[in-house]
């Protein structure tokens, strides 16, 4: 009998206690894929919730645009940059956009405020947040002169309805002060006040004409991608385009270094949460492996005494663990698959406790509790938990194999 | 009688720390053990027997003196080659049983041909010849939890002999088994002694062993008292 199918028959010795220690394990499983699935869901969901707010996954920007955003700061021969974007793999959608801040004023009030120009022919819910949220009216056309989209919270301090009237006031690309009356043709809620009490949306082109910019000049493109992990690798990518090579280009937790601190700081508490949850496994299995290694330290004994090597009874050991391990982990995708099927497909609606617009990090929080899992988070749970299951096996399995025959056969 | 011993003691000592106190378990022990010895260490219990035979085995290394076994000097060996020599060179029986329970009587057999990477149609016939001179020839599939004590220590003789070794070291063999269990297994084992040459080197008190021995080492605090063999008409 060869000793792998030796440790498999004595796993199954005190089936009980290989159950429960198996359980445990699964169990970690459970709480792993929870804790991770949970997380990619929620962070994938915030930053394509923040890219979409204006910058993109990636953002293409005059150089010196990050720290100092005026609107002297432009790109040229956008369509240029915009076909040759588009045509790079994972791209989803590569929009112009001229971002700026303003004063705007009605018959009532005057509140500070960022307005963002866009495209209607090429933006539109998928690629753009605030027509997502548009909450009254709706988005101007594309030649409109005078429509603009306004947060309900703004439009609500200057006291507008739809239809109504009202003057920004802003610097143009040249330094000088200009004013234009809008209309407001749209209205659009979040859920993240901020946002909703000082943004607007205004057509592109009646904005390059009133700041002095060109048709084929912007602020900014706000470059989606289908996968947000692989915004780094497109960042290159479109660094290394002939027509982007006098400007900067940002991914999204350079443009958004508030909403990348807010993630990396929860992953690091998930980090630990499942850290810990590890730790109270391994600690199950290193205590049940210890008992088992106890209580047959005579067997183990007589075995070295008819030849069995120190080495060979620490392999053994650890392939005692590795099944304990390996049953574990089967048993924890048995009964992690249906709640993991549950959260991806269904999700558990957490807005009665949080309310339907709970923000973290700057963006909107999906109030329903889903799940998803990137191939590579599969790979790490399973992953951490075998290694965390074969590490609590090694300090048994060291013992049982230092320990001379002759102390183990004076065991009963 | 062979010149060259399979087991050579000389001037062998061991001692213990008990707490503060020094214990003298073998004092200057030297002794030869020949090829074909059916030997028994016979004394009180706390004499030194099972100590001598730890110290032949290679389980417990001496605070003086040397131990050779089919002429390799123990002491210079590490964990790994006294393993080596007792996986190759020695067969042990112990006074309980000490079968691995999840193994059939058959694979118990096998346990240490499979250490040794024996080639499986071999291995099988070896297993299968040697449980049948053991007595246990339809009983390859029991379970020691299904097998008499008698049966479990006759699976344990047959690991013992099944890889040839140069010695057979027998700690109490007969200590858990009624007497006429014990006869039998004596009776075994002497066989094995005549027909296939195997050397057996007991440590026993019990009378049936002493009868059966053709060589009786009396051991008395650490030391050997005596050493004498017996005519083969002396043996019972």
Redesign the interface.
Do not use: C, T, W, Y
């Given at each position: 009998?060869?000793l792998n199918q030796?440790a498999f028959?004595?796993i199954?010795?005190r089936k009980r206690r290989t159950l429960i220690t198996a359980s445990s394990v699964a169990f970690g499983v459970l709480l792993s894929v929870t804790f991770t699935g949970t997380g990619d869901y929620t962070y994938t969901h915030m930053i394509d919730a923040g890219a979409k707010m204006g910058m993109g996954h990636v953002t293409v920007e005059p150089v010196g645009y990050q720290n100092s955003p005026t609107l002297n700061k432009k790109l040229q021969h956008i369509d240029k940059m915009l076909d040759e974007i588009r045509n790079l793999d994972n791209v989803s959608d590569a929009v112009p956009r001229i971002m700026g801040q303003a004063m705007f004023a009605s018959a009532n009030k005057s509140i500070g405020g960022v307005f963002i120009a866009v495209n209607p022919n090429i933006e539109n819910a998928k690629n753009n947040l605030f027509i997502q949220s548009l909450s009254e009216g709706k988005l101007f056309s594309a030649n409109s002169k005078h429509g603009i989209v306004v947060g309900y919270k703004l439009a609500h301090k200057l006291r507008l309805k739809l239809g109504k009237k009202l003057v920004y006031t802003t610097t143009d690309a040249s330094g000088e002060i200009i004013s234009r009356i809008a209309r407001v043709k749209g209205m659009f809620k979040t859920g993240v006040d901020t946002i909703d009490a000082s943004m607007v949306l205004l057509p592109l082109a009646a904005t390059q004409q009133a700041l002095g910019y060109s048709s084929n000049q912007a602020s900014l493109i706000a470059v989606l991608i289908h996968d947000q992990r692989k915004a780094d690798d497109m960042r290159d990518k479109i660094a290394s385009l002939h027509s982007t090579q006098n400007y900067e280009e940002l991914s999204w937790h350079e443009a958004q270094p508030d909403l990348a601190g807010v993630i990396a700081m929860d992953k690091s508490m998930n980090y630990i949460s499942q850290f810990l949850v590890g730790l109270i496994i391994a600690a199950g299995i290193l205590n049940t492996m210890l008992m088992s290694v106890l209580e047959r330290k005579?067997?183990f004994g007589?075995?070295?005494?008819?030849?069995?090597?120190?080495?060979?009874l620490f392999k053994l050991v650890m392939v005692e663990s590795f099944w304990l391990a390996l049953l574990g982990l089967t048993l924890g995708i048995v009964i992690t698959a249906p709640w993991f099927y549950f959260l991806y497909y269904h999700g558990i609606d957490l807005s009665s406790g949080f309310g339907d617009d709970f923000t973290y990090g700057g963006v909107l929080i999906d109030p329903l509790f889903k799940a998803r899992l990137f191939p590579e988070s599969i790979v790490f749970i399973l992953g951490s938990v075998f290694s965390l299951a074969m590490l609590a096996g090694a300090y048994p399995a060291w013992k049982a194999g230092r320990t001379?025959?002759?102390e183990s056969?004076k065991t009963i | 009688m062979n010149s060259s011993p399979i087991v050579r003691l000389e001037h062998v000592q061991k001692t213990y720390i008990q707490g503060k106190i020094e214990v003298h378990a073998i004092n200057d022990v030297s002794l030869d053990i020949q090829a074909g010895d059916f030997a028994a260490l016979c004394g009180p219990s706390g004499s030194g027997k099972t100590s001598l035979l730890?110290l032949i085995?290679g389980?417990?290394v001496p605070s003086a003196g040397k131990v050779w076994v089919d002429g390799v000097d123990l002491a210079s060996l590490s964990?790994?080659e006294l393993?080596?020599v007792?996986?190759?060179r020695i067969?042990?029986v112990?006074q309980a049983y000490?079968l691995?329970?999840?193994?059939t009587a058959y694979?118990n057999a096998?346990?240490?041909l499979?250490?040794?990477d024996v080639e499986e149609k071999e291995k099988h016939q070896r297993v299968m010849d040697t449980l049948k001179a053991v007595g246990l020839q339809g009983l390859e599939q029991r379970r020691p939890d299904e097998m008499s004590g008698g049966q479990q220590q006759r699976v344990a003789i047959a690991?013992?002999i099944v890889t040839r070794p140069a010695i057979v070291l027998a700690d109490e063999p007969t200590a858990n088994v009624d007497s006429e269990t014990a006869k039998s297994l004596l009776n075994m084992m002497a066989n094995l002694n005549k027909q296939q040459g195997i050397t057996f080197l007991f440590s026993t008190h019990d009378q049936h062993v002493m009868d059966k021995a053709r060589r009786i080492i009396q051991v008395h605090d650490g030391r050997i008292e005596s050493d004498s063999a017996k005519s083969d008409s002396a043996v019972s």
């Open positions: 009998m060869k030796l028959r004595n199954f010795r005579h067997e007589m075995m070295m005494a008819v030849g069995l090597s120190p080495q060979a001379p025959p002759i056969l | 730890n085995g389980l417990d964990r790994s393993s080596e007792r996986k190759n067969g042990f112990f000490n691995i329970p999840v193994m694979e096998a346990f240490v499979d250490l040794q690991r013992a």
